[in-house]
């Protein structure tokens, strides 16, 4: 089995920062993809940013320039670092990553989610 633990959510004013984290532990041999997605209130979940084995990096338009994914593999660990948040930045915010077992097959797991809230 595998855990993912994150942390870093709260209550922030527009115009501020929050940094994420999310820690994978568990029956790992390797981490291929990590990923942030979020769900905001009456919306459907959607992929924010992804940065792959090699460090390569995506991002949703609507967070080009704000938000920076980044990952630790020596501890298994992806941040997101968000930056002049706006109000429609509130939602849940869930890591996922891709990771290959030690029967060297790939899997996802999800986190539990984190709550981020842009509010004055």
């Known amino acids: 089995q595998v855990q993912l633990v994150e942390s870093g959510g709260g209550l922030v004013q527009p115009g501020g920062s929050l940094r994420l984290s999310c820690t994978a532990s568990g029956s790992i041999f390797s981490i291929d993809s990590m990923c942030w997605y979020r769900q905001a209130p009456g919306k459907g979940r959607e992929l924010v940013t992804t940065?792959?084995?090699?460090?390569?990096?995506s991002y949703i338009d609507s967070v080009k320039g704000r938000f920076t994914i980044s990952r630790d593999n020596a501890s298994n660990t992806v941040y997101l670092q968000m930056n002049s948040l706006k109000p429609e930045d509130t939602a849940v915010y869930f890591c996922?990553?891709?990771?290959?077992?030690?029967?060297?097959?790939?899997?996802?797991?999800w986190g539990p989610g984190t709550q981020v809230t842009v509010s004055s």
């Open positions: 940065i792959s084995r090699t460090g390569t990096t």
């Open positions: 996922k990553v891709a990771f290959i077992n030690y029967l060297k097959r790939i899997q996802e797991s």
